[in-house]
C-alpha cells in the first residue's frame, strides 16, 4: 500500500477543503490515488469536496490577441508566481498570443517555430529568457478564432483568460458574457455539449452517494428506498450538475433574476463559442515534504 504522507493529506485538503482526518481516511482507501481520493470525499462530503477543486497548481499566465475577427487565447507557464509577474515574461506571453492569432499556428511546436523578430524564432526568444532569469517556462496551449463574427475577450488579472466568438450589435454584451465566464466557469455552452465523461462520473458520485444514505439506513433499521425513487434523484443530481456547468443555464453574474440565455435572447446576441484558460489547470504542483527534507538532511549530515 502506498504510503499517505503528510504533503499528500495537504494537498488533498488544500483541494476539498475536507476535514484533515476525512483527507488522510479518503487517501489510505484509495491508495493514495489523489483523484480517486477527491472523488471519494465528493462522496461523503456532498459539494463540500468540490469547493477548492479549481485552484491554481502551477504559476504562469494567461494572454489575449485579438485583431478584428481573428483572435488567440494562450497559456505560458512558469516556476514560480515571481517569474510570472516578470514584465519580460509578460511580454513573451503578449508575443505568443500575437503570433498565434496572426499566424494560425497548427499547434504550439509550429507556434514556437514562428518568426518572433530579431532574426530570432518564438523558441529563441523564450530559451534566452530561461537563461536570463534563470527558470524554467514554456508555452503549454493556445486556441485561436477566427469568425465571421466578433470576439470578446476578458482576463481576470493574468490567472483567467476568455474568449468570445458572438454574433450581436452590442459589444458589450460579448464582454459581459466573457465576465461571467471567468467567474463562473462553465464546461459547455448548454447541457447537451457537457463532455459524456463528466457526465458519466457525475452519475457515478451520485450512484455512490445513493449506495452510501441506502447502506446507512439499512444500518439504522429503517427500510430500503424504492429503486424507482432512487433513480430519480440520481437523475436529479446528474440535471442538477447540467444546469450548474452549462453556459445557457446558468444565472447572469450581473443579474440572477435572468439566465444567460434569457439575457442573449434579450440582447438579440448568439454566443457561437468560446474558451477559457485557468492557469495550471490540470497541472499537480510539486509539494515539498519539508519535514522529510529536513530530517533527511539531518541524518546525513550525522554521517558525514
Same mark, same amino acid.
Do not use: W
Given at each position: 500500500m502506498?504510503?499517505?504522507?503528510?504533503?499528500?493529506?495537504?494537498?488533498?485538503?488544500?483541494?476539498t477543503?475536507a476535514?484533515m482526518?476525512?483527507c488522510k481516511? %479518503?487517501?489510505? #482507501?484509495?491508495?493514495?490515488d *489523489?483523484?480517486?481520493?477527491?472523488e471519494?470525499?465528493?462522496?461523503?462530503?456532498?459539494?463540500k +469536496?468540490?469547493?477548492a477543486? %479549481?485552484?491554481?497548481?502551477?504559476?504562469?499566465?494567461?494572454?489575449s490577441?485579438i485583431?478584428g475577427?481573428?483572435?488567440a487565447l494562450?497559456e505560458?507557464?512558469?516556476?514560480?508566481?515571481f517569474?510570472?509577474?516578470?514584465?519580460?515574461?509578460?511580454?513573451?506571453?503578449?508575443?505568443?498570443?500575437?503570433l498565434a492569432?496572426?499566424n494560425?499556428?497548427?499547434?504550439?511546436?509550429?507556434?514556437?517555430?514562428?518568426?518572433a523578430g530579431?532574426?530570432?524564432?518564438?523558441?529563441?526568444?523564450?530559451? +534566452?529568457?530561461?537563461?536570463k532569469?534563470?527558470?524554467n517556462?514554456?508555452?503549454?496551449?493556445?486556441q485561436r478564432?477566427?469568425?465571421?463574427?466578433?470576439l470578446a475577450?476578458?482576463?481576470?488579472g493574468?490567472?483567467?483568460?476568455v474568449?468570445v #466568438?458572438?454574433d450581436?450589435?452590442?459589444?458589450?454584451?460579448?464582454?459581459?458574457?466573457?465576465?461571467h465566464?471567468?467567474? *463562473?466557469? =462553465?464546461?459547455?455552452?448548454?447541457?447537451?455539449?457537457? =463532455? %459524456?465523461d463528466l457526465? %458519466?462520473?457525475?452519475r457515478s458520485?451520485?450512484?455512490?452517494?445513493?449506495? #452510501?444514505?441506502? +447502506?446507512?439506513?439499512v444500518?439504522?433499521?429503517?427500510p430500503?428506498?424504492?429503486a424507482d425513487?432512487v433513480?430519480?434523484?440520481i437523475?436529479?443530481?446528474?440535471a442538477k450538475?447540467?444546469k #450548474?456547468v452549462?453556459?445557457?443555464?446558468?444565472?447572469?453574474?450581473k443579474?440572477?433574476?435572468?439566465?444567460?440565455?434569457? *439575457?442573449?435572447k434579450?440582447?438579440n446576441?448568439?454566443?457561437?463559442?468560446?474558451?477559457?484558460?485557468v492557469?495550471?489547470?490540470?497541472?499537480?504542483?510539486?509539494?515539498?515534504?519539508f519535514?522529510?527534507?529536513v530530517?533527511?538532511?539531518m541524518?546525513a549530515?550525522?554521517?558525514?
Amino acid at each position: 500500500m502506498a504510503a499517505i504522507t503528510a504533503a499528500m493529506v495537504g494537498e488533498l485538503r488544500a483541494k476539498t477543503d475536507a476535514p484533515m482526518m476525512e483527507c488522510k481516511k %479518503a487517501l489510505t #482507501e484509495a491508495a493514495g490515488d *489523489m483523484d480517486k481520493a477527491e472523488e471519494l470525499l465528493r462522496v461523503k462530503l456532498g459539494g463540500k +469536496a468540490a469547493k477548492a477543486s %479549481a485552484r491554481i497548481t502551477a504559476e504562469g499566465v494567461v494572454a489575449s490577441h485579438i485583431a478584428g475577427n481573428i483572435g488567440a487565447l494562450v497559456e505560458v507557464n512558469s516556476e514560480t508566481d515571481f517569474v510570472a509577474k516578470n514584465d519580460d515574461f509578460l511580454a513573451l506571453a503578449a508575443l505568443a498570443a500575437k503570433l498565434a492569432a496572426e499566424n494560425n499556428p497548427a499547434d504550439v511546436a509550429a507556434l514556437l517555430a514562428l518568426p518572433a523578430g530579431n532574426g530570432q524564432t518564438l523558441e529563441e526568444v523564450r530559451a +534566452a529568457l530561461v537563461g536570463k532569469i534563470g527558470e524554467n517556462m514554456s508555452i503549454r496551449r493556445f486556441q485561436r478564432f477566427e469568425t465571421t463574427g466578433k470576439l470578446a475577450s476578458y482576463l481576470h488579472g493574468t490567472k483567467i483568460g476568455v474568449i468570445v #466568438e458572438f454574433d450581436g450589435a452590442d459589444e458589450q454584451v460579448g464582454k459581459d458574457v466573457a465576465m461571467h465566464i471567468a467567474a *463562473m466557469k =462553465p464546461v459547455a455552452l448548454s447541457s447537451e455539449q457537457v =463532455p %459524456a465523461d463528466l457526465i %458519466a462520473k457525475e452519475r457515478s458520485v451520485a450512484q455512490a452517494k445513493s449506495d #452510501e444514505d441506502a +447502506a446507512a439506513a439499512v444500518a439504522a433499521g429503517k427500510p430500503a428506498q424504492p429503486a424507482d425513487i432512487v433513480a430519480k434523484r440520481i437523475d436529479g443530481a446528474v440535471a442538477k450538475y447540467l444546469k #450548474e456547468v452549462s453556459l445557457m443555464n446558468q444565472a447572469f453574474v450581473k443579474n440572477d433574476k435572468q439566465t444567460i440565455e434569457q *439575457m442573449l435572447k434579450a440582447a438579440n446576441t448568439t454566443v457561437k463559442g468560446f474558451t477559457m484558460y485557468v492557469v495550471g489547470e490540470g497541472i499537480e504542483k510539486k509539494v515539498d515534504d519539508f519535514a522529510a527534507e529536513v530530517a533527511a538532511q539531518m541524518a546525513a549530515s550525522k554521517g558525514a
